[in-house]
């Protein structure tokens, strides 16, 4: 079966005819097929000159008019302008065109009417989406390959009707961010609205709705004392404190005002939050966290075993202080399901951890000392960083945030929490929350003990020299910068 492709601009005369005989040749010949393509006047030389180079054509004016042999994926032939069009419809089909020149001009014009009117409402359809802007730094980490597929999704966002994602990545190549791009939209997702890739911050964090900081800097053992550790750690430091001052001026001048932004990673993740929140002065800085929640699951799991339940049995765990430093597993509001001990009762029913295990000892000790470990051991056995788990934490915290939990639902968050506890002003801890309609709020219910301030103490004591540290290593934003 015979295809014609009639192309040309739409305010063409020629390309008008060509259409007329075209439409007279379908209705008298049933196997006689046209695909016609219209294109703006000032779009045509560019699409003409990009067809012809994919094509091996030369063309120089409109229309272009090419004979395919089946309706997809054939090779184009070529047969060039109208008069080559009028040529092989009286050599073939005995029919010809005598279209007066007055009427050729007539339909022209509405031709490029019709274009003119179809591009407006195009771009009012398109006016009415609002998607909410993602930026993910960082785009090629191995986290970012578990979150994009599950982060796209109604149960995430369940309010929303279209997902821009933006993914920055400063050291990795372009051609790693196309391939990620690609992979993205192959999953056919429906939210996802378009995806755009980032090399540099010339467009950084701009509409941003939400942000989701994966970068890292793998630290040591951060009471190492040796010179050289030192060194390296200010170096670190160093390289933080200038990257994340200049992250928290572009969030401040060009996110939304509402922006959520969530600080992710193994290293100095309360210290990059701290930066953000003190370089984003007019965005409040309840808008900014950081993830905990890898480290309650990790805790989780390893209890589970020691228990003999699943995981997902073990609720409310709490972590609090220095998320990539000194922390604290606590479980006094913990709780256990499905556990086989003297008291049973149906799958709802539940008993406290800390009344059904009893080695307080290893509580404090052992038990803290596997949870520090565990990212590692994991790390050492799949040659990369922890990426599933912490997917999995950035989704159960963005959920959380956008309204889908049970309010009674304890997390562990690093928020700044001026005041509470006796802890300095301007410092990032973790703490417990719970989440009520979209806003997170700290849990009060809870036992601070004078073992656990002193605690907390310490992990401001750690954090504050981090802070200073930074500061020594960059210029202090002054009030009023931007």
Known sequence: MAKFVLAGKTDCPHYAKAELLADALQRTLPNFRTHKISILPDEWKDWLEATCKRNGWKHEKSPLV??????????????????????????????????PTDIMLSVAAENLETKMNLTVEEK????????????????????????????????????????????????????????????????????????????????????????????????????????????????????????????????????????????CGDSFVNLRCTLLVDNARSIDSNQFVTMATQVENEARAIMAKKLRVKASDITDVIVWGNISGGFYIDLQRAKVF?????????????????????????????????????????????????????????????????????PDKVFSLGVLCPGYYNLPDGIILSVPVTFTDGKWSMLFDVTVSDELKERLQLSASELRKEKELASENGTIMKEGDS
């Open 66 to 99: 090419w004979r395919e042999l089946v309706d997809q994926g054939g090779k184009g032939m070529l047969l060039g302008g109208f008069s080559d069009f009028l040529e092989h419809c009286q050599g073939y089909y005995s029919i010809t065109s005598d279209m």
């Open 338 to 406: 499905n556990y086989d001990g003297a008291i049973k009762g149906p799958a709802f029913f539940s008993q406290s951890l800390i009344k059904i295990f009893h080695d307080r000892k290893w509580l404090e000790t052992d038990f803290q000392d596997l949870v520090r470990c565990q990212r590692a051991a994991v790390a050492s056995k799949t040659r990369q960083a922890a990426a599933m788990s912490a997917a999995n934490g950035i989704l159960t915290i963005v959920k959380a945030w956008n309204g889908t939990c049970n």
């Open 124 to 263: 009012h359809r398109a006016s009415l989406i609002k998607p909410v802007h993602i930026w993910i730094s960082s785009a090629l980490s191995p986290t970012c390959h578990f979150l994009i597929p599950n982060l796209l999704s109604a149960e995430v966002f369940p309010h929303v009707a279209a997902i821009s994602l933006h993914l920055l990545d400063l050291e990795g190549g372009e051609e790693g961010l196309q391939g990620l791009r690609m992979e993205t939209e192959d999953l056919a997702l429906p939210l996802l609205h378009q995806v755009s890739i980032h090399t540099d911050l010339e467009q950084a964090f701009r509409e941003a709705d939400v942000v989701l900081l994966l970068d890292e800097w793998w630290s040591g053992d951060s009471d190492a004392g040796s010179e050289g550790e030192q060194e390296e750690k200010k170096k670190k430091v160093k390289e933080i404190s200038e990257r994340y001052r200049e992250y928290g001026q572009l969030i401040d001048a060009r996110a939304n005002k509402e922006v959520k932004v969530i600080v």
